[in-house]
């Protein structure tokens, strides 16, 4: 079964930072990855999505990339803001289009 | 397009009783998705659909649980009958596979169902 692992569960920054959230997973035979974000009491947001023959995807301030070989994926995220405070999700699609979530990490940026 | 809309966004109920909920995807898409969400679990898959026929139910965590799909534009996830540990937050998606060299399908969520079983 494939396992998902984000670290760390939390993390809190001051304005500004740059900071690198991280993905891990156990089978590194998956087609795609996915990051999302997820706001206290909503619903997930779509951010970037890796194919499995790319190693990065880039949408204004975040930079995913993906490593199969090593099963890690890391989301980057510069110049820190109060409003990307919010749960980031990382999820492995298997065979079939389904997703494998990780828990998530719980991101608090202070102004 | 107003994205994937699920109802109710709330729902309360006591054991025992039936609990249905429902959602509506994105047009044109031909996947359709039930999660559910747990602080102990995280998000887990429960079942998907790919042009209204279900594809994979192996996350239906008992028989207590049934999806159904009666057409494109919408899915009923019930639970009959409820119980206190199914109190989550359920969630529907779509998605469109998009094909080429190498195919992919970024899913959409919907706002997700609150539910609580006293």
């Not at chain 1, 920054?13 to 996915?34: H, K, M, R, W």
Request: with cysteine.
């Amino acid at each position: 079964k494939q396992e998902v692992t984000q670290i760390p569960a939390a993390l809190s920054v001051p304005e500004g930072e740059n900071l690198v959230l991280n993905c891990s997973f156990t089978d590194s035979a998956i087609y795609n990855l996915q990051w999302f974000r997820q706001d206290p009491g909503k619903g997930l947001t779509s951010l970037l999505l890796i194919q499995s023959s790319q190693r990065e995807q880039t949408s204004g301030r975040l930079n995913a990339s993906l490593d199969k070989s090593s099963g890690r994926s890391t989301l980057y995220i510069a110049a820190s803001q109060p409003g990307d405070s919010a749960t980031y999700l990382c999820a492995v699609e298997l065979s079939g289009y389904a997703l494998n979530f990780g828990k998530g990490t719980s991101l608090l940026v202070t102004p | 397009d107003a994205g994937v809309i699920q109802s109710p966004r709330h729902e309360v109920t006591e054991m025992g009783q039936e609990v249905t909920l429902r959602c509506k995807p994105i047009s044109g898409h031909d996947y359709l998705f039930w999660y559910r969400q747990t602080m102990m679990r995280g998000l887990e898959l429960l079942i998907y659909f790919n042009n209204n026929v279900p594809i994979d139910d192996s996350g239906m965590p008992e028989d207590r649980f049934s999806a159904k799909m009666p057409n494109a534009s919408f899915s009923t996830l019930k639970i009959q009958p409820s119980e206190p540990r199914d109190s989550a937050v359920y969630f529907c998606a779509s998605s469109s596979v998009v094909s080429g060299s190498l195919s992919y399908n970024e899913q959409f969520f919907g706002p997700g169902t609150r539910l609580t079983v006293l």
